[in-house]
């Protein structure tokens, strides 16, 4: 429940501080480099500690209106991830957008191996379009988009309008992996899905129940890059946590589309700033 998680966030951030306590101060001689490093590892481990104690914070002072809920919560683990090259994907001189209609213009970049990234800027801006072109649901304008070696990607979409509102949850998961009929309905059961809810159309389940639906996809397929439109959007407090930690603990590469600052403090490695038909790169200085 709410009080068992501000408790573990409490004793998370205790542990963390007493980490930032201690760094090796021995170095080999004439490394220039060390100091650095471990300088910024300690603001790296006080940065995490701060979040946390946010987070905490935020949980104290929401105004939480919940209907009635069950013990037991979306179970999430990405678990472990194929490698993929140090270049995960690269943009070449990409314009995106829809027709006639260029919404961002001459993209240069590269995502690397691990890099956690949030794709911020206002409505409109084409942070959706830019998302939708690099899981090829768009074609690009011009230039291209290069996927790295053994890259698999996963691609969450706002609305979840990738889910077909025509088929049921279960054959919806069981066309994204090959899992038997029992082990279908066990892995759904895990995101909340029970009893005959695992046949009811797509179109027809709450944005919550679609979301759900979505995260159990990404989770099932493996994927080594995460393409992740608002992912926060209608879940409730635990699943938004359970979802934070998995996201924390996998391995691959993440790209989101996101606005809370809260969430981008604790998850980005970097952010994509969409402005004036432009993304400009800023790295987070820990």
Not at 19 to 28: E, F, G, I, L
Not at 131 to 150: D, E, H, M, Q, W
Request: with cysteine.
């Amino acid at each position: 429940d709410q009080q068992n998680e501000i408790a573990r966030l409490r004793a998370a951030a205790t542990r963390v501080r007493a980490d930032a306590k201690y760094r090796p101060n021995n170095k080999a001689a004439g490394d220039t480099w060390a100091p650095g490093f471990f300088a910024n590892r300690t603001k790296e481990t006080v940065r995490r500690a701060k979040n946390l104690e946010k987070r905490v914070e935020r949980l104290l002072t929401v105004d939480r209106v919940e209907k009635p809920r069950s013990g037991w919560q979306v179970k999430l683990d990405f678990g472990e991830t194929q490698s993929s090259g140090r270049d995960v994907l690269r943009l070449e001189d990409l314009a995106v957008g829809y027709g006639e209609h260029v919404l961002l213009s001459g993209l240069d970049g590269y995502v690397r191996y691990g890099a956690r990234i949030a794709l911020v800027g206002a409505n409109g801006a084409g942070k959706t379009t830019l998302l939708r072109t690099i899981a090829g649901k768009l074609p690009p304008l011009s230039g291209s988009v290069r996927l790295g070696s053994n890259v698999q990607v996963g691609y969450m979409a706002q609305e979840q309008e990738n889910l077909d509102p025509d088929l049921d949850a279960f054959t919806i998961l069981s066309k994204a992996a090959s899992f038997s009929q029992t082990e279908a309905r066990t892995f759904l059961h895990r995101f909340l899905f029970s009893g005959d809810d695992v046949f009811r159309p797509s179109g027809k389940l709450s944005y919550g129940e679609r979301a759900r639906l979505s995260l159990a996809c990404l989770v099932a397929q493996g994927c080594n890059l995460l393409l992740l439109d608002e992912p926060l959007n209608h879940l409730d407090i635990p699943s938004r946590s359970q979802f934070e930690q998995a996201l924390a603990n996998f391995d691959g590469s993440v790209l989101a589309v996101v606005h809370d600052r809260y969430f981008i403090a604790g998850f980005a490695s970097e952010i994509w700033q969409v402005e004036g038909n432009q993304v400009r790169r800023i790295a987070v200085a820990f």
